[in-house]
Structure formats: structure tokens, C-alpha cells
């Protein structure tokens, strides 16, 4: 009751537009709170279940609510997150290790044991950068996030502020390179070109662009395309064999197994496309339809499989409601961007789901309170 109490309170003083976000965001969890419940009539439910769904749900309402109230800073909270990450994940895979940072929940890593995600390179199991997550694809999440989180909580555009952004970006892209996931690069392509709109408008109505390219950049965008270059030169095999020939074993194997999975999430669906079966109840669901079937990945698919179409409504809202506005992608397209890129993950990764994990539920609980600050008057786009 303490806890209802502190989330109504501080919900009362939320501009309309916060309520855009606020209003779908409480749907949800009330829809996970209530469903749980009535797995716990039927005796179906895990008081582990229970306790970790609710302290996954204050967690999001405190994170919510105190950046949508408070304001607080966010850059010196995603810089160390991006440059640690990535750091940790390009050592991985140059040293075909984990790097002995249990104590951060770095997991123990050996491309030659079975479960750990590798590539191939020139026939060998090469280990992708998983960095301080439970996957690279996790990774991926991550440092697009964050990174397209940069233009968002940049409040100050001070020297250090802008040499600490370069750095980051620097890193992430890196970072990034070394997961070798293909959908976390087609989000962070679509992320950027969302943020580049405007500029593109502007050059089409006005007939030409003034942008001031700072020496700084230029010397990022330097040191990129050389490591870019470099990268290539040394695993240009790995690179192919990853995102352009699809048909080797390794990356035809794991095809089949996500169209099984999904194809195993339809069914689920079928059988209780109201209500679902119920949060944390999709494995065990999926076992009974195919011995063996694992999480769908996809965040749709599996909300609907265990909220239904109630669940799956609101987060739908969710989405939708806080970018109709003008200027979605005119001033606002760092916060548009930033947010339907969460969205877009969704689509073929099961991650980012706030049900599922702590890290998905503070990411979102994070961006959430950035895009109900940019309802608030005052600077567009920047919060």
C-alpha cells in the first residue's frame, strides 16, 4: 500500500502529455498484476513468479516517475554504461574469452563449449562480444539504446559533454561491430536515419544544409572508418559468413530453430488468445506443445502468448500514443527515435520485455521517463 501510495502520488502531478506514456504504462502492469492472480486461484502460479513480477513493476514505476518528476541527469549514467560495455565486449572478442569480471556478471565464456554464441571464422567457432549481458544480441539492446539515448539527455552541450559523447559513440560502435547482430544494426540504422530526418527536410525545403563539423568529428569519423577498415581485413570471414551467407550450418541451424519457435508461440496463441497463459508461464507452455521449443524471440509474440490480446493492447498504446504529435520527426525525432527503436527490437528479439528481465525494465522505465519529459514545455527534443 506504501509503495501504491508514493507511484499515485508522485503520478498526480504528470502533465497531460505524460499520461500518453503513464496511462498504457499502468494498464500493463495492472494487466500482469491481475493475470498473475488468477494463475494463483487456479493454483498455477510461484510466489518466486509473483515477488518478481512486483518488484519488476515498482522498479519500473520508481525509475518512471523519478526521471518523469525529478529530471535528473542521465548522461553520466549511460557514458559509463556504454564505454564499460563495449570495452568489455570488444576485449571478449579479441581474446576469444570472457575477462574475468564475474564479480560485474560477466558469465563465463569458451567459443569451444557447446551453448555459447559464436560465429564462424575461416571454419572456426569464433566467440561474438557478449559483454557484461547474458547474450550479444542482449549486448546489441543495450548500446543502441543508450547510444540513441546520447541526443536525448545531452542537456548541456559543454566541451568535456561533447568529447565524453564522441568517446561513447566511439566504443558503442565498436561494441556493436563485435556482437555481429544483424538486427541490432538495422535498428540502430533505422534509430539514425529517424534522427536525420529533420536535417533531410530541411535540405529539401530550403535547398541547402549548414552543418558545423567540429575537428573532434571528423576525428571520430577518422578513427571509425580505419577501425571499420581493420575489422574487416581481419574477420572479414566471420563478418560474411554472419549476415550474407545464411545458408552455412551454424546460422541455418539457428534460422530453423527461431521459425520453430515462432510457429510453437502461434499455436500457444490459438489456445487462449484473450488472456493468455499467463506471465512467466510461456516455456512451460511451449513444452507441452514440442518437447524441446524455447522462448519465441520476439517480445510481440510472446506478450500476446502470455497477456493475450488484453496484454498486448495497451503495450500496442504504448507505442503509438506518445509519438502522435507533431513534429514526431521534425524537433522531436531524437525522442521518436529513441522510442520506436525500443519497439523495433521487439520485433525479432525477445528482449527488450520489462516481464522478463531487470536490465529490459530499467532500459524501458528509462526511456519512458525521457519521452514523458519531452511533453513538458520547454527545448523540444532535448530533455
Known amino acids: 500500500m506504501g509503495g501504491v ?3 499515485v502520488g508522485r503520478a498526480s502531478v504528470l502533465e497531460l502529455g505524460n499520461w ?4 498504457p504504462v499502468l494498464a500493463f502492469w495492472m494487466w500482469v498484476v491481475v493475470r498473475s492472480l488468477l494463475l494463483c486461484v487456479n493454483d498455477q502460479c510461484s510466489i518466486s513468479t509473483l515477488t518478481r513480477l512486483t518488484i519488476l513493476a515498482c522498479l519500473f514505476f520508481w525509475v518512471f516517475l523519478l526521471i518523469a518528476n525529478e529530471e535528473p541527469d542521465l548522461f553520466w549514467v549511460v557514458i559509463p554504461v556504454v564505454i564499460l560495455q563495449a570495452a568489455v565486449a570488444i576485449a571478449q572478442f579479441i581474446l576469444q574469452r570472457d575477462v574475468g569480471l564475474s564479480w560485474l556478471g560477466e558469465l563465463p565464456l569458451d567459443p ?3 551453448g555459447v554464441i559464436v560465429v564462424l571464422n575461416q571454419g572456426e567457432r569464433w566467440l561474438r562480444g557478449y559483454g557484461l549481458t547474458n547474450q550479444p544480441n542482449s549486448l546489441a539492446i543495450l548500446l543502441v539504446i543508450c547510444m540513441l539515448m546520447l ?3 545531452t542537456q548541456k552541450r559543454s566541451g568535456h559533454r561533447r568529447a565524453l559523447t564522441l568517446v561513447a559513440i566511439g566504443f558503442g ?4 561491430l563485435v556482437t555481429m547482430s544483424r538486427w541490432g544494426w538495422m535498428c540502430l540504422l533505422a534509430g539514425v536515419g529517424m534522427n ?3 536535417y533531410v527536410k530541411r535540405l529539401i525545403v530550403g535547398g541547402h544544409l549548414r552543418i558545423k563539423v567540429r575537428t573532434s568529428s571528423l576525428i571520430l569519423i577518422f ?3 580505419l577501425a571499420s577498415i581493420t575489422f574487416l581485413l581481419l574477420y572479414g570471414n566471420a563478418v560474411y559468413g554472419r549476415f550474407f551467407d545464411l545458408g552455412n550450418p551454424l546460422e541455418a541451424g539457428s534460422r530453423l530453430v527461431r521459425l520453430r519457435d515462432m510457429g510453437v508461440s502461434f499455436q500457444i496463441i490459438a489456445t487462449s488468445p484473450l488472456i493468455g497463459t499467463g506471465p512467466a508461464n510461456y516455456q512451460q507452455a511451449a513444452t507441452q506443445v514440442l518437447f524441446g521449443a524455447g522462448l519465441v524471440p520476439s517480445v510481440f509474440l510472446s506478450l500476446t502468448a502470455e497477456l493475450g490480446v488484453v496484454g498486448l493492447l495497451p503495450w500496442l498504446a504504448l507505442l503509438i500514443l506518445p509519438i502522435c504529435r507533431k513534429e514526431a520527426l ?13 519497439f523495433l527490437f521487439g520485433i525479432f528479439y525477445l528482449n527488450p520485455n520489462p516481464t522478463y528481465e531487470i536490465r529490459s525494465t530499467l532500459l524501458i522505465a528509462m526511456a519512458a521517463g525521457l519521452v514523458a519529459l519531452s511533453w513538458q514545455p520547454g527545448p523540444p527534443g532535448v530533455v
Open 5 to 7: 501510495s508514493v507511484v
Open 223 to 225: 578513427v571509425l572508418l
Open 151 to 153: 541526443p536525448v539527455v
Open 112 to 114: 569451444d563449449v557447446s
Open 173 to 176: 560502435l565498436g561494441g556493436m
Open 20 to 23: 500518453r506514456v503513464f496511462g
Open 196 to 198: 536525420l530526418v529533420p
Open 330 to 342: 521534425g524537433c522531436y525525432a531524437p525522442v521518436t527515435a529513441l522510442w520506436v527503436t525500443i
